[in-house]
């Protein structure tokens, strides 16, 4: 069976496979498998498994693979805001983003910014990142792709206006990062700092 993998992924393991195929055809067996190990760790970190998504209406799933980093309630002039989520994406995890809960997309605003340690709180505010506004039904909820260290490519797959469904795939970070997740004060949150989720399958929260 082949893995699935990002289409994201032909710019670096289309050149790997090339090289690899040359250095076997020059017989120069040791830089052949070098590139040949390369290919497979492209193809290990692009990869974008099939999902089986849950389904319910009040469900929030986790919209990136990684770990919890951060449960917090956000704090405005007028009380409380939303609690945020914040997930870090490691080298290891798949990097393939997912819609959190079935809605209307209303905004996505791509913002410049530095390339902090994402798993750094100061990452969320500072760090390259895409905005994705949701709208589900009366609930707003925001959703941030943010770069990391050694990320510099913050790719977003939908725009304003469009409907998606839950666990849809939406982006693709290249090369760590971190996800955050705005949802409404009155969610109920399942997930508490340092558990590990799974994009599209882990619920991290019902909407009340």
Same mark, same amino acid.
């Given at each position: 069976?082949?893995?699935?993998?990002?289409?994201? /992924? !032909?710019?670096?393991?289309?050149?790997?496979?090339?090289?690899a195929a040359l250095l076997f055809l020059l017989q120069s067996f040791v830089a052949g498998w070098i590139a040949l190990l390369i290919l497979l760790t492209l193809i290990y970190f692009f990869? @974008?498994?099939?999902?089986?998504?849950?389904?319910?209406? @009040? &469900?929030?799933?986790?919209?990136?693979?990684?770990?919890?980093?951060?449960?917090?309630?956000?704090?405005?002039?007028?009380? /409380?805001?939303?609690?945020?989520?914040?997930?870090?994406?490691?080298?290891?995890?798949?990097? *393939? %983003? $997912?819609?959190? *809960?079935?809605g209307t997309v209303s905004d996505v605003i791509y913002r410049k910014g530095t390339f902090r340690l994402a798993f750094r709180d100061e990452a969320s505010g500072e %760090?390259?990142? %895409?905005? +994705?506004?949701?709208?589900?039904?009366? #609930? $707003? +909820?925001? &959703?941030?792709?943010?770069?990391? &260290?050694?990320?510099?490519?913050? +790719?977003? !797959? +939908?725009?304003?206006?469009? #409907?998606v469904e839950a666990g849809q795939r939406i982006g693709f970070i290249k090369f760590g990062s971190r996800v955050d997740l705005i949802v409404p004060s009155r969610t109920e949150i399942a997930v508490r700092e340092g558990d590990r989720v799974k994009g599209g399958i882990t619920v991290i929260g019902y909407l009340k």
């Open positions: 069976m082949i893995l699935p993998i990002a289409k994201e /992924s !032909w710019s670096y393991t289309i050149p790997a496979a090339v090289a990869r @974008d498994p099939e999902r089986r998504i849950p389904s319910g209406q @009040d &469900l929030v799933l986790a919209p990136a693979d990684g770990r919890v980093v951060r449960v917090s309630t956000l704090e405005g002039e007028e009380g /409380s805001k939303g609690i945020l989520i914040s997930i870090f994406l490691s080298l290891l995890d798949v990097h *393939v %983003n $997912r819609s959190p *809960v079935k %760090n390259e990142q %895409n905005i +994705i506004t949701l709208e589900h039904g009366s #609930d $707003r +909820i925001t &959703l941030k792709q943010i770069a990391g &260290l050694i990320a510099r490519r913050v +790719i977003c !797959w +939908i725009r304003a206006g469009e #409907d």
